[in-house]
T-cell receptor, first 120, second 115 residues
Framework: DARVTQTPRDKVTEMGQEVTMRCQPILGHNTVFWYRQTMMQGLELLAYFRNRAPLDDSGMPKDRFSAEMPDATLATLKIQPSEPRDSAVYFC??????????????????FGPGTRLTVL | AQSVAQPEDQVNVAEGNPLTVKCTYSVSGNPYLFWYVQYPNRGLQFLLKYITGDNLVKGSYGFEAEFNKSQTSFHLKKPSALVSDSALYFCAVRDRDTGRRALTFGSGTRLQVQP
C-alpha cells in the first residue's frame, strides 16, 4: 500500500531554531507539493516540484523558508529561523502529473499524515 | 486565476438523510475538480474527481458530485449519511488550460452527522 510518509509527525521548538521537515513521496510520482494548514488561513500551497525542479514557491516566505528535493525519494522543507506564527500542520503530497496545458487527465494528489509544528 | 468557494463552514445532517456540501469555482479555462476528506489528525484523502465526460461523478464511500458548468458548481452529495462521514471536506480546482498551477483548495466544510 503505497503512501506518502512525513517525519517528524510532531515537532515542538523554540523561536529562532531551525526546523527541517522531510517527506518521502510515493515511488514513481513526479510531483511533490508542500501545504500548510492553520485554523485561520486554511490549506495554503507553499511550493511544488515537478521532476525535482521547483515550479512554484510563491506561497512561501522566502526569507525564512526553503524547499528542496535532493533526490526523487526525498523532499525537505526548512524554516530558519522559526517564529511562533509558523505553528501549523505541514502536509506533503505527491502525484503523477503530465504537466501539459490542456492535458486530458490530471491525477489526484496523495497526502502524507502531516507534521504538526509548534514554535514557542 | 483560479479559486474555490465553500459557502458553508458547517453542515449538519441526521444519519440516514441525504447530504449536500456545496462548492463553486472560478477558472479562466476549463476545470479539473476534486473533493477531499480530512479526518481528525490525518492528511487529506481523495474522494472523487471530475476531469471530463459525464457530469455526475461517483467516488469513494458512496459519495458523488455533479459538475454544473453553467452554475460553476461541483456539489458533493450522498443519498444516506453515516455518522462515520463526519469530517472536514475540501473542494479543489485546477485550470485545465494552464500547465503549471497546482490545485487551489476551498476553506473546507465541516460535516456533522448526528445519530
Amino acid at each position: 500500500d503505497a503512501r506518502v510518509t512525513q517525519t517528524p509527525r510532531d515537532k515542538v521548538t523554540e523561536m529562532g531554531q531551525e526546523v527541517t521537515m522531510r517527506c518521502q513521496p510515493i515511488l514513481g510520482h513526479n510531483t511533490v507539493f508542500w501545504y500548510r494548514q492553520t485554523m485561520m488561513q486554511g490549506l495554503e500551497l507553499l511550493a511544488y516540484f515537478r521532476n525535482r525542479a521547483p515550479l512554484d514557491d510563491s506561497g512561501m516566505p522566502k526569507d525564512r523558508f526553503s524547499a528542496e528535493m535532493p533526490d526523487a525519494t526525498l523532499a525537505t522543507l526548512k524554516i530558519q529561523p522559526s517564529e511562533p506564527r509558523d505553528s501549523a500542520v505541514y502536509f506533503c503530497a505527491s502525484g503523477s502529473h503530465p504537466g501539459l496545458a490542456g492535458a486530458m487527465s490530471y491525477n489526484e494528489q496523495f497526502f502524507g499524515p502531516g507534521t504538526r509544528l509548534t514554535v514557542l | 486565476a483560479q479559486s474555490v468557494a465553500q459557502p458553508e463552514d458547517q453542515v449538519n445532517v441526521a444519519e440516514g438523510n441525504p447530504l449536500t456540501v456545496k462548492c463553486t469555482y472560478s477558472v479562466s479555462g476549463n476545470p479539473y475538480l476534486f473533493w477531499y476528506v480530512q479526518y481528525p489528525n490525518r492528511g487529506l484523502q481523495f474522494l472523487l474527481k471530475y476531469i471530463t465526460g459525464d457530469n455526475l461523478v461517483k467516488g469513494s464511500y458512496g459519495f458523488e458530485a455533479e459538475f454544473n458548468k453553467s452554475q460553476t458548481s461541483f456539489h458533493l452529495k450522498k443519498p444516506s449519511a453515516l455518522v462515520s462521514d463526519s469530517a472536514l471536506y475540501f473542494c479543489a480546482v485546477r485550470d485545465r488550460d494552464t500547465g503549471r498551477r497546482a490545485l487551489t483548495f476551498g476553506s473546507g466544510t465541516r460535516l456533522q452527522v448526528q445519530p
